[in-house]
């Protein structure tokens, strides 16, 4: 029955790896899916043959839990895809949630059962690894999908106070510190307060972790919330002496890595920086002083100049995403391609609110594929472009950061929308972006402001004349 | 030296082999990066969502605490809960990926 049960194990880790490969190019990425499932359906059925022969009970309740699980993931499924960072995020707390409560039942079984070798070290080292990532992935998960989903009682600016990191840092160390007892002496009499503990300390950080992060880091923030999530299960695999959970888990962990880099490589951050500091870590200036004076312009005459244009680059940005205003951006894009002109979208890499979110929320508009254009290639087309239509982006096209090396966001990766002959940029307020930074993009000679929400500033802008 | 292993985990399959998982960890982290290396940017929600789903693996985890006979009442709690944590990510980890997924084909159906 072992043998069946491993066998199977092994086709379900195949099939995982199958899954992400096909995953990572378009034309395959449905029959990732397909595998995923088949890889799942595997590991589930492999794992009950064997408990059902192993003496298993409690069947009744697994299947209620089972039932329940689907009924609360089905309509998880069917959110607004403006929501599917939220969604995602609270998976990951699900996913935390799971690991830590396994790892809490095994070590108190372990305990319970008095004998040390139920307990090696090793198994109580990835238990403690296994709990630590688990919890702090839950509370760090939930309070990232609350401010994803902009709960009231939640500040959406990042929160901060002087030593924070030096706290952070110490109730880290502190949790390792009682890992550490644990893994030394797991059977010692302290053992269930110890874990106790460490489960309360790593709930804590997981908030203290998240709390410093404001709305715009959230791409970065959630893909290493998906790393921890990922690394929590191959921990609980090497504590359960499961293979196929270490694989699985060690997937999901450096594909999590893999997009955590891609988003630091997009901001010009180092992984550090974005851990530990500067997250919004701007300095309180009195005022960002302004380097001229907005110009307006009428969305008329915007409409007009676009109308003449050859080419129009549109640039979304994560306002587009707060204001829905992607199918009003859909009904622009009609309006101009019936007139004859080029219309094609630049898409930063850490547009929207999770990684490759504006292509997802673009898609749902039916805005064909071939017009979504990457960073490098809409660069080398942006001199040519007639007009350059900014959507509630901001520093991701803020030349700052090409030319002024005082600028927080020197170095990072931009879309050269001041390349463009005339630039329009939509904005909600006239006070600087999310991140208090100055955008010498928007009082350049050539540009012109609209100021107003993104969806009835575009909606305005779609009107047939 | 065969440890008194409990009758009631099916894992069992002889002593525990940590450095065999350490080395399996490893080369699957590396399986993994180079599988992901090359996504497309159009895919990074997507794979996201269906990492999450993967990640649910866990459930292979709750089932075993949940099933295990003659355990304290606490404990197949604890397990249950698990298991309706992974099975919740499960469905909706694998259907929003592919939901996404088709707004992509569908566009693709539609350009020339």
Not at chain 1, 290 to 307: F, I, N
Not at chain 2, 16 to 38: C, S
Not at chain 2, 65 to 93: D, E, K, Q, Y
Request: charged fraction near 15%.
């Amino acid at each position: 029955m072992n043998a069946c049960v491993q066998g199977l194990y092994l086709v379900a880790a195949g099939l995982f790896i199958l899954s992400l490969r096909w995953m990572s190019d378009p034309a395959t990425a449905r029959r990732g899916v397909t595998a995923g499932v088949a890889a799942m359906t595997l590991a589930v059925v492999g794992t009950l043959a064997g408990l059902t022969a192993g003496g298993g009970t409690h069947f009744a309740w697994i299947l209620a839990a089972c039932a329940a699980g689907a009924a609360a993931g089905y309509p998880l499924a069917q959110v607004p895809l403006t929501a599917v960072p939220q969604r995602t995020a609270l998976s990951h707390a699900f996913g935390g949630l799971a690991a830590g409560l396994v790892g809490a039942a095994e070590y108190g079984l372990g305990f319970g059962r008095g004998d040390p070798a139920a307990l090696p070290s090793f198994t109580v080292l990835a238990l403690v690894t296994e709990v630590l990532l688990g919890c702090l992935t839950f509370t760090g998960s939930l309070l990232a999908a609350a401010k994803l989903q902009e709960v009231r009682w939640l500040p959406q600016r990042p929160l901060t106070w002087p030593g924070q990191n030096v706290l952070n840092l110490g109730l880290l160390a502190l949790a390792l510190g009682l890992g550490g007892a644990l893994v030394l002496s797991p059977m010692a009499p302290w053992g269930p307060a110890c874990f106790l503990g460490l489960v309360l300390l790593a709930l804590l950080f997981g908030v203290l972790f998240i709390l410093p992060i404001g709305g715009a880091d959230m791409p970065t923030v959630i893909s290493i919330l998906n790393a921890f999530a990922g690394l929590s299960a191959a921990a609980m695999g090497l504590a359960l002496d499961n293979r196929l959970l270490v694989v699985a888990g060690a997937l999901d962990g450096s594909s999590g890595l893999i997009l955590s880099v891609l988003m630091c490589r997009a901001m010009n951050r180092s992984f550090t920086h974005v851990l530990f500091g500067a997250f919004g870590r701007l300095p309180p200036s009195g005022g960002p002083a302004p380097a001229g004076s907005y110009r307006e312009d009428t969305v008329d005459s915007a409409r007009q100049a676009m109308l003449e244009a050859g080419l129009v680059v549109i640039v979304p940005g994560y306002g587009m995403a707060v204001a829905q205003a992607q199918h009003r951006v859909r009904e622009l894009y009609d309006l101009l391609r019936r007139q004859g002109v080029t219309v094609k979208f630049a898409i930063h890499p850490v547009a929207g609110r999770m990684p490759g979110h504006m292509n997802v929320l673009l898609a749902e508009a039916e805005i064909p594929c071939e017009d979504l254009v990457e960073l490098e290639e809409i660069n080398r087309d942006l001199p040519q472009a007639d007009v350059a239509l900014v959507i509630g982006a901001n520093d991701v096209v803020n030349p700052a950061a090409r030319t002024d090396p005082g600028s927080p966001i020197f170095g990072m990766p931009i879309i050269d929308a001041d390349r463009a002959r005339l630039i329009y940029v939509i904005k909600r307020s006239r006070r600087p972006g999310f991140a208090g930074i100055e955008n010498p993009l928007h009082f350049l000679d050539k540009t012109f402001m609209l100021f107003g929400d993104a969806k009835t500033v575009v909606g305005e802008l779609a009107r047939q004349a | 030296m065969p440890t008194a292993a409990p009758p009631d985990l099916p894992a069992a399959h002889g002593a525990p082999d940590p450095w065999g998982a350490g080395f399996v960890f490893m080369l699957a982290t590396f399986v993994g990066l180079m599988a992901i290396q090359r996504v497309s940017r159009l895919l990074h929600t997507p794979l996201m969502s269906l990492t999450n789903a993967i990640s649910a693996i866990a459930v292979v985890g709750a089932l075993i605490v949940a099933a295990g006979p003659g355990r304290p009442p606490w404990i197949t709690a604890l397990g249950l809960l698990a298991v309706f944590c992974s099975t919740t990510n499960i469905v909706s980890g694998f259907l929003i990926t592919d939901r996404m997924l088709k707004l992509f084909r569908k566009r693709d159906g539609a350009s020339p």
